[in-house]
């Protein structure tokens, strides 16, 4: 399973549209905060990179991305590590980047953004 919006289902007690609301401010700030995590990692910024990641980790935790939590986790620690090894990183943020494209695009296609 790529995702779950049972949890925001829960919440939204039967309304849809905040259903759809929801996930589309996470496929636009879920894109923004990916850009910013590569951006980070081309210049070696890690707080950049920890700052986009923290932000993403609800979000992920909610729509249950499992391939995700453990991912944006490790780029939200290592970005911030006393010695940050950035060809390690870059290869996680590739991941991610993946990861989160494939979501937006199975999302948009469910809810008909």
């Known amino acids: 399973m790529l995702y779950s ?12 549209s905040f259903v759809k ?20 990692i081309e210049l070696k ?17 909610l729509l249950e991305i499992n391939d995700g939590k453990e991912l944006v986790r490790t ?4 970005s911030m590590l006393e010695i940050v090894d950035f060809d390690l990183l870059a290869i996680k943020a590739a991941s991610f980047s993946q990861l989160i494209e ?3 695009a199975a999302l948009k296609s469910d809810f008909s953004i």
């Not at 949890?7 to 309304?15: K, L, P, Q, R, T």
């Not at 910024?45 to 935790?61: T, V």
Request: aromatic fraction near 4%.
């Open 102 to 104: 494939t979501v937006n």
């Open 75 to 78: 780029l939200e620690t290592e």
């Open 5 to 16: 919006s049972e949890n925001i289902e829960a919440i939204a007690n039967g309304d849809i």
């Open 45 to 61: 910024d890690g707080k950049l990179i920890n700052y986009n990641a923290h932000q993403l980790k609800p979000s992920i935790d």
């Open 21 to 40: 609301s929801i996930i589309e401010i996470f496929i636009e700030t879920s894109s923004s905060c990916v850009v910013q995590i590569n951006k980070g």
